[in-house]
């Protein structure tokens, strides 16, 4: 099931079609920065921003020969473009049209995720304030707490999901920088003003210093830019999975009508799209891994990194991109079960107002020791199935000698845990 956010457009962001495209227009700018340096003919540059052009059927021709993708790439241009080709590629190494290339392509991949993550971060926000004041169990240690609103738990989504934009406009930008400074970085058979020039009209910046590639820790702060997105995203659909248990059933994906849930039992509605979403998170973070082993290179540059990135730059850009519009989808249509949420919130028969109790009793001059060992001991009659917590405490001498009825009666108030609910909303998504 591919919910309507998920874009072909991020795939065809790694289609060869648009690689060569990048490729091609870093090439044609390194021509034209030469021409304007005086170094070679301004006829030549125009001749090769007029017939540049690729086939990349011919491309991997030439590549089954040359066994070097950049060299059959520029001898499929160089063929389109007549004896001015000599002046492609001009002083360059592969890396520097790679990996100026890359930056370009990154920044368009990320921009995709970016815009995916406004998409979840919106439908996370109208949901939140949709059940702002739809009362729930907190739970901790998987065991009832005290009480909350989903909508409280939406926007701690929603606030993570704003750190998790802010690390991707930082990997962004950290991206954003391109080389083209000759095989070891040096300059010594380019003009460093040529670098300036490709980088300008790319809207990338030059990095200040570089051998024969940019440094991979940019590469590794994208990758675990998206492994962290990837987290934040499983952490929401394992929640999503919890209350979608039988027991639990306060909140479900959306149950398409003629869909199926079990090959052998005709019953089962099952959470497939979050448990999807957490195995997707699994593959996205493992990337993470080979692009940190990418930073170490041998002396000025190897190879090693190469393989890795033409799998990791993809795969993981791609799995993003799914992944979020799957969690985008699965958060709009969320079924929701306030009337469950208020039963599973009365389950524990009022134990979930202990700590007001325990409070009440230490501003009523008992120590805290005291009065710990009060409430904890009707507390655990409650578990024993002897009654009611408010009742237990009202047949307490101990307890009422401290709190009249009307003080407990107040202290059994839901509203008690909601009254700054405004104020943390205010806080995440403003005024």
Known sequence: MIERYSRPRMAAIWEQDNKYKVWLEVEMLAAEAWAELGAIPREAAEEIRARGKFDPARVDEIEKETRHDVIAFLTNVGEYVGPSARYLHWGLTSSDMLDTANAVIFRQAL???????????????????????????????????????FGLKLAIWYDEMARNKRRLESARETISYGKISGAVGTFAHIDPRVEAYVC???????????????????????????????????????????????????????????????????????????????????????????????????????????????????????????????????????????????????????????????LALTQKGVSREDAYRAVQTRAMEVWEGKGAFKDLLLADEAVCRYLSRAELDAIFDIGYHTKHVDTIFKRVFGA
């Open 111 to 149: 921009d995709v995720v970016l815009e995916d993550v406004e998409f979840l971060m919106d439908a996370i926000k109208k949901r939140a304030f949709e059940h702002k004041d739809t009362v729930m169990i907190g739970r901790s240690h998987g065991i009832h707490a005290e009480p909350i609103t």
């Open 200 to 358: 300008e009209r790319l809207g990338l910046k030059p990095a200040p210093a570089s051998n024969q590639v940019i440094q991979r820790d940019r590469y590794a702060e994208v990758f675990c830019a998206l492994a962290l997105l990837a987290s934040s995203v499983e952490k929401m659909a394992t929640e999503i999975r919890h209350l979608q248990r039988t027991e639990v059933l306060e909140a479900e994906e959306y149950f398409r009508k003629g869909q199926k849930g079990s090959s052998a039992m005709p019953h089962k509605r099952n959470p497939i799209l979050s448990e999807n979403l957490c195995g997707i998170a699994r593959l996205v973070r493992s990337y993470a891994i080979p692009a940190l082993e990418n930073v170490a290179l041998w002396h000025e540059r190897d190879i090693s990194h190469s393989s890795v990135e033409r799998v990791i730059g993809p795969d993981a850009f791609i799995a993003t991109d799914f992944m979020l519009g799957r969690l985008t989808g699965l958060i709009e249509r969320l079924v929701v079960y306030p009337d469950r949420m208020k039963k599973n919130l009365d389950l524990l028969k009022g134990l979930i107002f202990s700590q007001q109790v325990l």
